[in-house]
């Protein structure tokens, strides 16, 4: 399922580090939730940016090869990449199953990554395989009670049932879901005019890091029309998880 990355064909951007701080060195400093739940937002949106431009992730479990630009949890750089094999001109059918397996599986592992970090097991992540896997889903409560309360249904959803949908997507649905409550709230309490606050406005609630994301990997161009090809259908499947899960865990 994983591919080399191409030689000379790097799409990371040096020019654009100050200096460089590798996620195994962040985890050795004292950190909040809220600080571990922002740097996995992060890291979703860097995933998925590299995800839409033809290239995933090898390995979440190398913690010297993931590191945060200038110390900034916001600038997520992968350093062990892979490149989608495709004939970029005419994808097959067999390039969407693969790419789609693949993404899975990086979400899976960065799940797995952010289990281990909020339960202090990541000295245990290069002895990770399968029946180890297969013991975290079916022990899952045990590691619940470490894990933020509101990102509990995700974990179960990404490790229990195999759900393939971007941390950051399912925290910004949640805030969504969230503020929408607020809203009925405050509009159901209000009065004088009858009208209700407004706080969402339908604007994203999450920061978009596209352009951080942009100034840190330099990709070729040449795979425009391989990664347009692949990215509509594998949207609407993500965006059709996010719903089902809020559904379900409402």
Known sequence: MREDFRSGDSPLNSQQETFKMSL????????????YRNLFVNMSF???YLHDNGYYVKSFFKLDKINLLNGSIQQIKFEDLG??????????????????EIIKSNILLSSILQIYAYTGLLDQLPYFNDSVLQFLKNNLNEYAIFLPE?????????????????FH?????????????????????STGNGKGM????????????????????????????FVRALIYPIIILLIGFVILFLLYFQ
Not at 90 to 96: A, I
């Open 46 to 48: 860097a995933m998925k």
């Open 83 to 100: 490149r989608f094999s495709s004939d970029i001109h005419n994808p097959s059918v067999d390039d969407y199953s693969k790419k789609r």
């Open 169 to 189: 997507a399912y925290v910004e649905e949640k805030m969504k879901r969230d503020v929408g409550n607020l809203e009925k709230e405050v509009g159901a309490s």
């Open 198 to 225: 407004v706080l969402s406005n339908g604007k994203n609630l999450l920061p978009n890091n596209e352009v951080i994301n942009r100034s840190i990997y330099n990709f070729p161009g040449n795979n425009d029309a």
């Open 24 to 35: 195994k060195e962040w985890f050795y400093g004292s950190h909040s939730t809220d600080e």
């Open 150 to 166: 509101g990102d509990i249904p995700y974990y179960r959803g990404v490790i229990e049932r195999g759900a393939s949908v971007y």
